[in-house]
Nanobody, 127 residues
């Protein structure tokens, strides 16, 4: 399984960015796809996740109402649309996949749930 994240960049506070994660090399029909981020000196934190089959989603409280997550089955991609960006959103963003069927949404925010991780993409939000 390979995951390739893209779309990061340098933006100003209030701007938007759209991250994309291309997945390949596996069967993602039952997967959970997640986005995490890690700022310098901080632990990796959960951002959002989506269930591939149902499109059910969960979000971290810090991004609710500003970020959305979606998947494109035909292209095997997951997008993270980030609006109203804040300086505290600055981090390296990672996509990850749990290929197993998992209906327990309480586990979707845990890094240990995910078996495969992509290389991150840097998002920098200036004030």
């Amino acid at each position: 399984v390979q995951l390739q994240a893209s779309g990061g960049g340098l933006v100003q506070a209030g701007d938007s960015l759209r991250l994309s994660c291309a997945a390949s090399g596996g069967n993602f029909g039952s997967a959970i796809m997640g986005w995490f981020r890690q700022a310098p000196g901080k632990e990796r934190e959960f951002v959002a996740a989506i269930q591939w089959s149902t499109a059910r989603t969960i979000f971290a409280d810090s991004v609710k109402g500003r970020f959305t997550i979606s998947r494109d089955r035909a292209k095997n991609t997951v997008a993270l649309q980030m609006n109203s960006l804040r300086p505290e959103d600055t981090a390296v963003y990672y996509c990850a996949v749990d290929p197993m069927y998992n209906v327990d949404r309480s586990t979707w925010s845990r890094p240990g749930t995910y078996d495969y991780w992509g290389r991150g993409t840097q998002v920098t939000v200036s004030s």
